[in-house]
């Protein structure tokens, strides 16, 4: 009888053991997948986000150096390896519906991570243009760094380095050099009391340079 006893004893330890154990696996299963699922989501609403002003200027710096850009991008796919290793190994204990949700998660993930980098690419391309048709760094957030002197040679940069790559522009960025060209005319006006009589010649006969080649590409955009 003691026996029968000692041995129901033990099965049920061995049973509320087995409990606990299977209760564990599941609570970390269930981590696991929240984890990865909530860093995946977060991933994809940034990458499809406008970007801010501040996130502009935190890009800027990458395009700046782009080693930044590297090792933000490699710290990102470490922390979604990790997460992602975690439940690869719980795989086991989720049943159909929730794996074939995480290949759905690992998927939207990579496009969210290419669409990062595309926007990456969109930003280095821009502040490259503007650095080329203004020669100012592009850490700049305006063109408040020209001098009086400055100003006159940047008008002709602006205009023949425009007319040397005029056939390489879609329309967003040709909305992108008006806003800069008017950025322009704004410091210009604002230094009209310090300009040389060779100065504002300069800055007129780039500027009817400007309107040639803007009239032009209009008049090919409206065949």
């Given at each position: 009888m003691h026996?029968?006893?000692?041995?129901?004893?033990?099965?049920i330890c061995f049973l509320l053991?087995?409990?606990?154990n299977n209760n564990e696996a599941n609570e970390e299963s269930e981590i696991a997948y929240t984890e990865y699922k909530d860093y995946v989501t977060q991933t994809e609403a940034e990458?499809?986000?406008e970007l801010s002003e501040t996130e502009m200027r935190a890009m800027r710096k990458s395009v700046q150096d782009s080693t930044l850009w590297q090792t933000e991008s490699a710290e990102l796919m470490q922390e979604y390896d990790t997460r992602e290793k975690r439940v690869r190994n719980n795989i086991d204990t989720y049943d159909e519906a929730r794996r074939a949700e995480i290949e759905d998660l690992d998927a939207r993930y990579n496009m969210a991570i290419e669409n990062r980098e595309?926007?990456?690419?969109?930003?280095?391309?821009?502040?490259?243009?503007?650095?080329?048709?203004?020669?100012?760094?592009?850490?700049?957030?305006?063109?408040?760094a020209i001098s009086a002197t400055e100003l006159a040679p940047t008008y002709t940069r602006f205009v023949d380095t425009l007319e040397d790559r005029v056939n390489e522009f879609e329309?967003?960025?040709?909305?992108?050099?008006?806003?800069?060209w008017i950025a322009l005319n704004n410091r210009k006006n604002a230094l009209e009391g310090e300009l040389s009589?060779?100065?504002?010649?300069t800055?007129?006969?780039a500027t009817a340079q400007y309107k040639q080649i803007r009239e032009a590409e209009?008049?090919?955009?409206?065949?």
């Open positions: 026996t029968i006893t000692k041995y129901s004893l033990l099965s053991l087995l409990s606990c990458a499809n986000a595309r926007k990456y690419q969109e930003v280095s391309r821009r502040y490259k243009l503007r650095e080329d048709l203004v020669g100012l760094p592009i850490s700049a957030d305006d063109l408040t329309t967003n960025e040709w909305n992108l050099i008006e806003g800069w009589a060779d100065a504002k010649r800055i007129d006969n209009l008049t090919v955009e409206g065949v």
